[in-house]
């Protein structure tokens, strides 16, 4: 494998919509390229970059993988990403490490979710993006609606510069507008073999409506050439793709290219646009760090002068061999078996076998330019969104923001010898993927873990059992409840026994009152004349406490709540701490009852995005959840609806969002506070409660 300078590299995220062709796509050109040597399959679960046995079962991507195309004396670095919405962090992670986006867009759905989930994160980045019209040959292709629809729903700045002879199953051409030629394909060759021909008369028209729209568009671009245009003059082909190239950089244009990866027409074009068109590495703007330590902002130019900087951007553990790391150099080179630092983990890394990915293959080189992308295996202490620079300049790069968490589940392990291993394997698949979390709650007594959506959490279970060999379940998380007191009591316990020797003897009276949100619990000692003597006034407050804690409407602790403790009685020899305490618990159970107890059920503020056309669907859900609706507002595009949602109320949420708003709909939620449950809600967690206890 050649090593390639900054200059003669392309870094290109290849991002859309799940489904949309990206797999088939790298596979396809890594394979006309020459740099992978088969033209595999996602159905036949041989594609280059769907390699993982998660991809292959399933049959779409999961995790960001990388491969590339040695073309033009360049080196496009692909790195393929998921569509699904699950797994948008590696589409975001793909989007970071990469210069340019290349949006994949069905020729036969045109602009979906994913799509634009994809564009505004490429856009927010600042990176040069090119579309490609994929799935070309597939019944129903239409290029014309889908160009109109990225129009109308994405961007004004699409622009082609090919368009198709034939659609779906008829396609069997592409005319280039810049050369004004028409590449007419040979069916069957594996490469996509081409004649290349005059444009056929039928399509002359098309070709002047396209070509006339592309020079206008590229000439609104740049003054000088606008002027020149208006004013009659034939613009050359090397101004308009010079034009064309900046506008590209700059974000103001977005080409438009056409093909199709199973029958390979295309893709050699696409190719060479990638390499011409999509900026270098080292073209692309500065970006400012921090020098560790000092927090000083620092500028890093890709350059292979400057000292060493990379970032983690993705990390996957393999069998056998452990953690693997991608990272993007940013800054100086890497030399296999160079020595690094990772500063805010204090930790020196040797970057043993330096390698290049395709697909699952790595090919070790002796070293990497300023700009490339590359991996290595077995760092100790580094994982993903982890800057790798020198002891001589440390510093730190800006985190690639993972998307937070919106589904929380419950996991338990099928096996009780299995459970050590269980909190290793989720802090292992935490590393690997920053979008997963996992905690163990005490007062739940339960492992939670959280991701985006379900799919996502089922995969993570599945690698659990596979890399780590953890057989679990997921199940429904359990719901923090709290008990509190509507109204004021006061009464008796008594705690007195007489068998044979010595007795038990502790007699108290106390008073209930509720106090405010967030005010805790408050022991009030009232005694006057040592009628509890005063060292066993503590036991009267600790039996309570321990009573309260079991609840009284279902189980759950109480609190919020002021004890008095005012009058009691004592005696000589049979009283003690001991008997002070079940006093305490006696008179706790009895007075509770009349202090009007409630159940507190913690209530979450919720926002939910989602089109116009399924906001009524929406609310009526949240409405058949408890939910409160606070309010709605339209962006334009979506309609945000708030409201107040019972926690027990959103399991599952994810799922029923999706399939509501066939995948547009996205959410947020935050815990707002503890309200008062509904009585029927409140007896039903209660007999849940004693269910629970029965069977432990
Ligand atoms: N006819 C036809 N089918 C295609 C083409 N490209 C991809 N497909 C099929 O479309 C399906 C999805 O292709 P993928 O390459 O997995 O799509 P993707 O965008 O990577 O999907 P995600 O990984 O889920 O985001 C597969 O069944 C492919 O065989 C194409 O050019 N023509
Ligand atoms: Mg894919």
Redesign the pocket.
Known sequence: MRVYKGDAIRNVA?V?????????????LAFVAGSSKRHG???QGN?L??YTPD?IER????NLALAHAEWMDAKINLI?????LDFVGDAIAGIYAADSALV?I?ATSGVEV?TESAWGYAEQRGLARMFFL?????EHADFERVYQDIKEHLTSKVIPIEIPVGEGPDFKGIINLFSKKCHMYKSGTKTGEYEEVEIPDEYRDRFETYSQELIETIATTDDDLLERYLGGEEISRDETIAAMKAGVASGELCPLLV?????TYGMRALLNKLVEMMPRPTERPAIMGETWGKAEPVEIVTSDDGEFVAQVFKTVSEPHVGDVSFFRIYSGTVTNGMTVYNAPREATEKLNHVSVAQGKDREEVPMLHAGDVGVVAKLRDTHTNDTLSTEKRPVVLPKIPFPEALTVLSVQVKNRAEEDKLSTGLQKLHEEDPTFRHEFNAELRQTLISGRGERHLEIIIGRLERKFGVHAELGRPAVAYRETFRGKAEGQGKHKKQSGGRGQYGDCWVRIAPMPRGSGYEFVDQIKGGVIPGKFVPAVNKGIKEASERGVVAGYPVVDFRIECYDGSYHNVDSSEQAFRMAGILAFKKVAKGAKPVLLEPILQVEVWTPEENLGEVMGDLSSRRGQILGSESDGRLTKVKAMVPEAEMYRYSTTLHSMTHGRGTFHWEFSSYQDAPPDVARKVGEEKEKQLAEA
């Open positions: 290849v859309g919509h799940g489904g949309s062709g990206k797999t088939s796509l790298v596979d396809a399959s996602v159905d594609s970059t769907d991809e049959q779409y991507s999961i393929d990403t998921p569509g699904y994949v069905s994913g994929s799935l070309m040959d597939k093909g199709s990866a199973v029958t």
